[in-house]
């Protein structure tokens, strides 16, 4: 069965500074990642995914991710936060975006000025 | 881009009544459409997907006689939670695709602005 772990419940980093949130994933395939952002009482929004080709994606934003299969890892990059990013961040992975997707556990972005 | 629509946004009802969510793909014909329940602070599990004119598949621990699924058009799903009870408070998200459920399509899939439930 597919799973996504995000380590990091809650982040905290000052606006301007880089941001790195981690997602690791198991499936017995090639996996189909995503990443999503929540803001308070909203739906989701995809950021970017990943299917196959070029490892380092990039979505909107400003954000990146790169897919690592060797450490069955698809973390989510962002070389200067702006406060508005402040939301919950969600991996998912499935093999197929028509597919049902298994989301991780959320991770919490908090930006100080 | 794709818009997903949920109505309504919130609700309050009384135990034991029963409430409809619709969900609507305003300018794309959704061939699927999922169901996810999200409690606070946690991620989204999936209750069920749909496909236009077909039963609904629910996953395992999802009872399907309290949460009844309709997707009869292309751009409308309806979730409706039968008999609420105060353990059903919870934000319900929808989302909805142009692929096929369990295909390898790269079709995406687009989110609702997800409807607060909440049962008194």
């Known amino acids: 069965a597919q799973s996504v772990t995000q380590p990091d419940i809650h982040i905290t980093v000052s606006e301007g500074a880089s941001l790195e949130l981690r997602c690791n994933y198991s499936?017995?395939?090639?996996?189909?990642l995503f990443w999503y952002v929540q803001s308070p009482g909203q739906g989701l929004q995809l950021l970017l995914k990943?299917?196959?080709?070029?490892?380092l994606v990039q979505g909107i934003k400003g954000f990146e991710a790169e897919f690592k299969r060797s450490q069955s890892s698809f973390n989510l990059r962002k070389p200067s936060v702006h406060w508005s990013d402040a939301a919950e961040y969600f991996c998912?992975?499935?093999?197929?975006?028509?597919?049902?997707?298994?989301f991780g556990t959320g991770t919490r972005l908090q930006v100080t000025l | 881009g794709a818009v997903v629509s949920q109505h309504p946004s919130r609700v309050i009802c009384k135990s034991g009544t029963s409430v409809k969510i619709e969900c609507r793909s305003l300018?794309?014909?959704?061939?699927?459409m999922f169901w996810y329940r999200q409690f606070p602070k946690q991620s989204l599990m999936l209750m069920a997907t749909s496909n236009e004119g077909s039963k609904a598949t629910y996953e395992q621990g999802v009872e399907k006689d309290k949460f009844l699924i309709n997707h009869a058009s292309l751009t409308l799903s309806t979730l409706t939670v039968t008999s609420a009870h105060p353990e059903d408070s919870s934000f319900y998200i929808c989302s909805a695709s142009s692929g096929t459920s369990g295909g390898a399509s790269t079709d995406t899939q687009y989110f609702g602005p997800g409807t607060r439930l909440t049962v008194l």
């Open positions: 499936y017995g395939a090639t996996p189909y």
């Open positions: 998912a992975v499935g093999h197929g975006t028509a597919s049902k997707l298994t």
């Open positions: 300018d794309f014909q959704a061939t699927t």
């Open positions: 990943y299917f196959s080709g070029d490892t």
